[in-house]
């Protein structure tokens, strides 16, 4: 495997550092899931509060960004007359906050003892962390216990970030959404680890090695959930962009992170943005197991869903080819990543990109974005567009290739050394801060 640094400066003469891994294999290549850590809590509450919440007050109010440590327990209503019978801890509580707290001017009012005590004691082991804007509204924000830092992995020779996941505000547009679900296709030797999400670009190699770009309505994928079969032909699978509620009738299995998180009878129930909902005529009220798995998907060694596409068949894109979320246009339909630079020429940011050269042999591409705080102007990488990704790929002879997520969680790990700098940073002292993410890549 090579690794490799290069420096490329823009006509304007601003800095732009990059790095290349060439691993040796796709066989190589696998999925982990980082362990979650209260560390990672922290530095993304640090995130909302330092860079979203207070440096954009005037469109903020009150934001409860919360997390439910294992052990803690606690007693709910197991059917809402909106949102189903509800099977995920997490989610009840997340419509307790939503029913229960309220605000006035900068007071939070806990109007219920249930309530109230989860509150104090989620405050008293800093699992909660309130942030306060300019409204007088409130948002509530759950995070999964999917978020952990690629430091903390066992030593491996490469790790990385990878997938898309519900991150920003509009991403959290249900009861049944937490901050870290991944979102997009993942397969390893022919099983899937999350099916396809949100019609974006997937990157596909198959066993004899080639290397392809793929639209999602390619695949199709069976979904096992407590020994039943749901398939084309006895239920329908909602996402969002498509859909933001389910139509009426049958019976809503809410799936996020693979579980069943909710069931609802009669539909009109809401997709959520980092999961889907099956529709079904089967009278499920109830599962043993709701762990949801798939069938596998005969000669197809691996798959990574993200996007957009950068080069296809040597050819560069141009343009967006996957659809994304344009916040400026709010009465849309949400769904993640909210966030994405809509300027594709214009707005730069680190990048991650994964593809193939023209032996499809696999390269993983890290562009060094600026720092959140301290950037220096000509010594500090710049960052890049996704045009400007485009073509520092056509150099380096990409032939196919999609962006992973980029932004504050781009980075790589070889041999457990980071070779380029993170762009989260501390706005005292510019230190780096790594960002918790749910799923990497990894090379043993």
């Not at 519900?166 to 296709?185: A, N, W």
């Not at 749901?230 to 969002?240: G, I, L, M």
């Not at 710049?382 to 969680?409: F, P």
Request: charged letters at 25%; one cysteine or more; glycine letters at 8%.
């Amino acid at each position: 495997m090579k690794n490799t640094i290069r420096t490329y400066a823009y006509e304007n003469g601003e800095k732009q550092r990059v790095q290349i891994v060439q691993p040796d294999s796709w066989e190589s290549l696998n999925f982990i899931m980082p362990p979650f850590s209260h560390a990672a809590f922290a530095n993304l509450a640090d995130l909302y509060d330092k860079y979203i919440v207070r440096r954009y007050s005037v469109i903020f109010g009150t934001v409860i960004l919360f997390y439910l440590p294992e052990d803690i327990d606690f007693e709910y209503e197991e059917y809402d007359e909106e949102f189903g019978f509800i099977y995920d801890k997490l989610t009840a509580c997340t419509l307790l906050f939503r029913n229960g707290i309220t605000v006035d001017g900068d007071r939070i009012r806990i109007n219920d003892e249930k309530v109230s005590l989860i509150y104090d004691l989620l405050e008293e082991r800093q699992c909660l962390r309130v942030m306060k804007g300019r409204l007088n509204t409130l948002t509530i924000l759950p995070v999964g216990r999917t978020i952990g830092f690629l430091s903390d992995l066992p030593e491996c020779t490469l790790k990385m970030n990878s997938s898309f996941f519900t991150m920003d505000l509009p991403d959290i547009s249900t009861p049944y959404d937490r901050i870290g679900s991944p979102v997009g296709m993942y397969v390893k030797d022919e099983n899937v680890i999350y099916p396809p999400m949100h019609e974006r670009d997937i990157l596909t190699v198959d066993d004899e090695g080639a290397v392809s770009i793929h639209q999602q309505s390619e695949f199709r994928i069976r979904y096992m959930i407590d020994r039943i079969i749901f398939h084309e032909h006895n239920s329908a699978v909602y996402t969002r962009p498509a859909y933001k509620i389910t139509p009426k009738g049958g019976y809503d299995i809410v799936v996020v992170n693979n579980e069943v998180i909710a069931m609802k009878p009669g539909g009109n129930t809401p997709v959520p943005s980092g999961g889907y909902v099956i529709k079904t005529s089967y009278a499920v009220t109830s599962f043993s197991d709701r762990t949801v798995r798939y069938g596998k998907l005969n000669g197809i060694a691996f798959t990574v869903q993200c996007g957009n596409s950068v080069i296809v068949n040597g050819e560069r894109q141009r343009g967006f080819t996957s659809p994304f979320y344009d916040i400026r246009k709010p009465w849309t339909v949400s769904f993640p990543p909210s966030l994405y630079p809509l300027n594709y020429h214009r707005d730069r940011a680190p990048r991650m990109i994964i593809g193939a050269d023209r032996k499809n042999d696999p390269m993983i591409i890290w562009i060094e974005g600026a720092g959140k705080f301290g950037y220096e102007k000509y010594v500090d990488s710049c960052g890049a567009s996704l045009n400007e990704s485009e073509l520092i790929c056509e150099r380096l002879g990409v032939q196919n290739a999609v962006h992973l997520d980029g932004g504050g969680s781009a980075q790589i790990l070889y041999h457990d050394k980071r070779y380029l700098k993170l762009s989260d940073r501390n706005s005292r002292n510019y230190k780096e801060k790594e960002r918790g993410v749910p799923l990497a890549i990894y090379i043993k």
